[in-house]
């Protein structure tokens, strides 16, 4: 599973684990993700985030 890194604040989006609090499951890809969906620590969007 891929991990996905925000460039402005440094969270870790990793596929394997999901956002549980957020009602993403594990296993969710960030692509799967929807288009709308930002950054849970700081609301960057999407076009942000780096592979790790």
Partial sequence: MKKMKCSVCGYVYDSA????EDGIAAG???EQ???DWVCPLCNASKDVFEKE
Avoid: K
């Fill in 17 to 20: 684990v999901g956002i549980p």
């Fill in 28 to 30: 969710v890809s960030f």
């Fill in 33 to 35: 993700l929807p288009e």
